[in-house]
Every structure is written in structure tokens, then in C-alpha cells.
Nanobody, 123 residues
Framework: QVQLVESGGGLVQAGGSLRLSCAASGRTFNTYAMGWFRQAPGKEREFVTAISWSGRNTYYSNSVTGRFTISRDNAKNTVYLQMDTLKPEDTAVYYC????????????????WGQGTQVTVSS
């Protein structure tokens, strides 16, 4: 239903900031919950954050609460991940996801996934 393309990844020093974007196309974007997951080499994919289709509800993992902010602009079919006070442990490939049910996004069972964008935080 939805195709996703991430962008904005790169190399940043610890304590710095980065903003990721996820551009969506396809049917029913405005009714899709969105989320971000990340995966580092040798580690399992982990939940980062999610947002309801309306943008009224957001969810964050304990590791990023207070540092990361998810938002969406339905008029532009785009979801954003603002990452502040980055730490080396934030280094990972970040994946955007979407699903018609918020619980699917939260559980990592989204029907749509982006290709991923690399985020590297140096110490």
C-alpha cells in the first residue's frame, strides 16, 4: 500500500544532531501509522519510535526518550526523525516503517519498510 524511502543519514560527532526523513507514496498514507527501527551489526533490530496516523500519539524507546523526536507532515507524505544529543550507541541502519494498524508498527510487523539509511556517530 505504501512505499517508503529514507534519507538524511550520515556521519556526526557525539553530541551532534541529525534529521532523518521518510518519504511515502501510495494509497492511504494519511491513515497509516509510522515508525522507525534501527539495527546495528551483530544486534537485533530494535524499536526506536512510532507515531499514529494523526500525529497525536507518539511512542519512544527508553534509550531515545528525550533525545529523539518523531513527527509527520501528511501534506508532504513525509515522516521525520529528529535526533539530538547523539551517542555512539545510536550508530545503526535506521529503517522507516508503515502500517494501517499502530500495534503492527510498534511490534515491528509493519506491512511496509524503507531501504534504510546509515547513521554513524563518532566519539
Amino acid at each position: 500500500q505504501v512505499q517508503l524511502v529514507e534519507s538524511g543519514g550520515g556521519l556526526v560527532q557525539a553530541g551532534g544532531s541529525l534529521r532523518l526523513s521518510c518519504a511515502a507514496s501510495g494509497r492511504t498514507f494519511n491513515t497509516y501509522a509510522m515508525g522507525w527501527f534501527r539495527q546495528a551489526p551483530g544486534k537485533e533490530r530494535e524499536f526506536v519510535t512510532a507515531i499514529s496516523w494523526s500525529g497525536r500519539n507518539t511512542y519512544y524507546s527508553n534509550s531515545v526518550t528525550g533525545r529523539f523526536t518523531i513527527s509527520r507532515d501528511n501534506a508532504k507524505n513525509t515522516v521525520y526523525l529528529q535526533m539530538d544529543t547523539l551517542k555512539p550507541e545510536d550508530t545503526a541502519v535506521y529503517y522507516c516503517s508503515a502500517d494501517g494498524q499502530l500495534t503492527h508498527v510498534l511490534d515491528g510487523n509493519s506491512s511496509s519498510w524503507g531501504q534504510g539509511t546509515q547513521v554513524t556517530v563518532s566519539s
